[in-house]
């Protein structure tokens, strides 16, 4: 799926789809539930490398915003998911 294409199904900017790949930003947690929602996959999912039979979490070395912005996300997982 291209960036743009992604982008207007999960109603983003392709600036946010764009950053997000490359590491240079980090999507809101409502971005990152709609950008996962629209791949198809749990939000946990975008922060996980498949190529790592442990399934290490790719930010496992994020800064500590980084690291609140995930328990944000986690949060709105919870009460969706409730």
Known sequence: MRQIDL???AEVSQS??????SGR????P?????????RGCAWLEL?????????NIVAAGSSKEERA????????????DS
């Open 16 to 21: 946010v789809v764009s950053d997000f790949e």
């Open 69 to 80: 912005r995930m328990a944000e996300v986690i949060k709105l997982v919870r009460v969706r």
């Open 7 to 9: 982008a207007v199904a």
């Open 25 to 28: 930003g980090w999507p809101t």
């Open 47 to 55: 922060w996980v490398d498949p190529s790592d039979p442990d399934l």
């Open 30 to 38: 409502e971005n990152q539930m709609a950008i996962a929602d629209v």
